[in-house]
Structures are given as C-alpha cells and as structure tokens.
C-alpha cells in the first residue's frame, strides 16, 4: 500500500523557474511531513520539514505548501539552479510512539542552464 | 562527527553467496534504520532498531535477510543466500530518538549488484 504518492517522478526546469513537486498522503493519522534531497551518490538529507498545524513553512528557496482538508502537500523551489539537481522525496510520520517513516517514489530534477 | 558510516560502498557478489552490509550509527543516537532504494520502489524501510532492539522487522523481504545489533554504534544485515533480484542501494540511517526522533541521518549506502 503506497501511503504517499509523489509526483512528478522527473522534472526538467530551466534555470531561474519555479520547481513544483506534489504529494498525497492517505493516513490521517501522519503528523510530520519532511522533504529529504538526494544527490548521486550520496543518501538523502532532510531538507525542509512541516507540521499539519501551519499551512506554509519556507526556508530560502524552498516552501512547502501544505493542505490538510485535501491530505496534499508540495515543495516549491524557487528562482531554482543547476545545483538544485537532485531527487527530492516527500515523507510522513508520526510523531509519537514509532516514528515510521514512509517515503514517496522520489521526483528526478533537473534544473538546465 | 563523521555522520553515519556505511561499508562497503560498493558490493560485487555472485548469487548464492553471503553479503553482509555493515553500519556504524551516529554517536548518541538511540534508533537506526536499514532501508532498501530501487527505481521502482523507491526507499522501503527493512527494519528499524531502537536502543538496539528490533521494534519493526515487516519490511524484511524473508528469511534470507537478517538484520543484528549487537550494540550502540554497530549494525549489520545479512542476506544469505543472496540473489539477483537483492540488488538494490541499501542505506542505514540512524536518528536522535527520544528528542527529535522525526529527523533521520543517512550514510553513503552500499550498491549491491548480485549476479
């Protein structure tokens, strides 16, 4: 059962644009909906994080847009450049007891010159 | 701190034959993860260990994986025998726990092609 699903799995952005990474959740019962960035080679570093009680969290670039009525949340990366390549997985969780955390397929970006 | 430490980084083996991934968590952390990444899965949690006790053993694929932590700063999991269909970037991440246990560190991972 895919408890998040992720689009796009692949994203081509010029330099300069808006990068859009969407995500679904089913459980309502997730309280903590992290981003985690991946480049070649390396494993995943969370990268933003938000909690259901706010709708928008930004830290520079990147803002996460979250929905709770519609169980939807997003990554936006703004002003987006070549170094923002990379995949991007959006996850949930629960806080208390056991915190699994469930991943989505993950979004390739790449961001061309 | 060095992060979370994986080896090998890279892993060659002919199908049948034992593999075994090793992990040294981050020094303090009180959970870790082994988790499993293909291009058509994605990242499946394998199992997750707290204060060195496996709590979450469901995502093991069967019994030809075994995953052991015998203390704080060391993990390893064992596939044996293992098969073609096993390769896959297996990557350990380790987290605070008790204070921020939503934010999870990762290694390096291991690439294991099984042939």
């Known amino acids: 059962q895919q408890q998040v699903k992720q689009s796009p799995q692949s994203l081509i952005v010029q330099k300069g644009g808006i990068s859009i990474i969407n995500c679904a959740y089913e459980?309502?019962?997730?309280?903590?909906f992290p981003w985690y960035q991946q480049f070649p080679g390396k494993g995943p570093a969370l990268l933003i994080a938000?909690?259901?009680?706010?709708s928008e969290k930004k830290e520079g670039r990147f803002t996460i847009s979250f929905n709770k009525s519609a169980k939807q949340f997003s990554l936006h990366i703004m002003d987006s450049q070549p170094g923002d390549s990379a995949t991007y997985f959006c996850?949930?969780?629960?806080?208390?007891?056991?915190?699994?955390?469930?991943f989505g397929i993950g979004t390739k970006l790449q961001v061309i010159p | 701190d060095a992060g979370v430490i994986q080896s090998p980084r890279h892993e060659v083996t002919e199908m049948g034959q034992e593999v075994t991934l090793r992990c040294k968590p981050i020094?303090?952390?009180?959970?870790l993860f082994w988790y499993r990444q293909t291009m058509m899965r994605g990242l499946e949690l394998l199992i997750y260990?707290?204060?060195?006790?496996?709590?979450?053993d469901s995502g093991m694929p069967e019994d030809r994986f075994s995953a052991k932590m015998p203390n704080a700063s060391f993990s390893t999991l064992k596939i044996q025998p293992s098969e073609p269909r096993d390769s896959a970037v297996y990557f350990c991440?380790?987290?605070?726990?008790?204070?921020?246990?939503?934010?999870?560190?990762f290694g390096s991972g291991t690439q294991l092609s099984v042939l």
């Open positions: 991440a380790s987290s605070p726990g008790d204070r921020e246990t939503e934010k999870l560190f």
């Open positions: 459980n309502t019962a997730f309280d903590y």
């Open positions: 938000i909690r259901p009680d706010v």
């Open positions: 996850a949930a969780s629960i806080i208390r007891g056991y915190q699994k955390v469930t």
């Open positions: 020094s303090g952390h009180n959970s």
């Open positions: 260990f707290n204060n060195n006790v496996p709590i979450d």
